[in-house]
């Protein structure tokens, strides 16, 4: 299993952005990449992916204002999130070796999480 590391979490305030990296211990192919984020009592969230053949897909909730994307060494994750809100806050999760996009069962390499908050 490939080892994910996520930074760049923070606090922010309504309208903000950040950028969320997950750097893995080794390039990533042939497999789904996915953002996942899980609030306190809820249930955890699929945000994006980047499929196996580097095309991206999204769930509802992160269209408009976030995206996804991947460095050149296939190695690290991007999430850009802009005009953030508090209802955006959440424990924030990589994800690798999925086989389908937004179904985080599939994924079987998680990373530890970055904390975003998101104050109004």
């Known amino acids: 299993q490939v080892q994910l590391v996520e930074s760049g979490g923070g606090s922010v305030q309504a309208g903000g952005s950040l950028r969320l990296s997950c750097v893995a211990s080794?390039?990533?192919?042939?497999?789904?990449i996915g953002w996942f984020r899980q609030a306190p009592g809820e249930e955890r969230e699929a945000l994006a992916c980047i499929k196996p053949a580097g095309n991206t897909g999204y769930a509802n909730v992160a269209k408009g204002r976030f995206t996804i994307s991947q460095d050149k060494s296939r190695a690290t994750v991007y999430l850009q999130m802009n005009n953030l809100k508090p209802e955006d806050t959440a424990m924030y999760y990589c994800?690798?070796?999925?086989?389908?996009?937004?179904?985080?069962?599939?994924?079987?390499?998680w990373g530890q999480g970055t904390q975003v908050t998101v104050s109004s």
């Open positions: 994800a690798a070796g999925g086989t389908a996009c937004l179904n985080g069962p599939t994924y079987t390499s």
């Open positions: 080794r390039p990533i192919y042939g497999t789904y």
